[in-house]
């Protein structure tokens, strides 16, 4: 995988997380050395601020798009995500 020219971007809620967060940056799909993405123009990777050194998530602008707009409706609400297992 060649990020070398990644420009990572980091949540601004990062420091109230105790270095608990991601980074997001977009390359070109041939960079991200994964198959079944490498025709993709731009993918978004996705890694562990801790853990820089681990394979980053590789997601098609689409896939990214779809995953943001479920955030901003609630999907992905930690609460709502804990009570489903709850019940």
């Known amino acids: 995988m060649n990020l070398t020219a990644a420009i990572w971007h980091k949540s601004t809620q990062s420091n109230n997380m ?8 977009v390359v070109r799909g041939r960079d991200a050395g994964v198959a ?10 996705v890694r562990d601020t801790k853990n820089r050194e681990h394979e980053p998530q590789v997601f ?7 995953f943001l ?3 901003r409706e609630g999907q992905f609400d930690s609460t709502a995500m804990i009570e489903d297992l709850r019940r």
């Not at 079944?36 to 993918?43: H, L, S």
């Open 18 to 25: 105790g270095g608990n967060c991601v980074e997001v940056a």
């Open 36 to 45: 079944n993405k490498a025709d993709e123009e731009f993918v978004v990777v």
């Open 60 to 66: 098609t602008i689409p896939e990214w798009d779809a």
């Open 69 to 71: 707009a479920g955030v």
